[in-house]
């Protein structure tokens, strides 16, 4: 689960850049794309483990 907090970190630090009254538009949509890109691994990575959950809580 390392990823999946390595993943939110750098999203956060992608949210702290776009903050920046100095970034120019081309940065902004940049770090946009890759933040919605991470955010999106982190949640997909959320609902694998839910199911390996329901797997596990299935068999017992």
Wanted: charged share 45%; hydrophobic share 35%.
């Amino acid at each position: 689960m390392q990823d999946f907090e390595k993943k939110l970190e750098e999203a956060k630090k992608l949210l702290e850049k776009l903050n920046d009254p100095e970034i120019t538009l081309y940065d902004a949509m940049e770090y946009y794309k890759k933040g919605i890109k991470l955010l999106e691994e982190a949640s997909k990575m959320i609902e694998e483990a839910k199911l390996e959950f329901e797997e596990i809580k299935g068999t017992n």
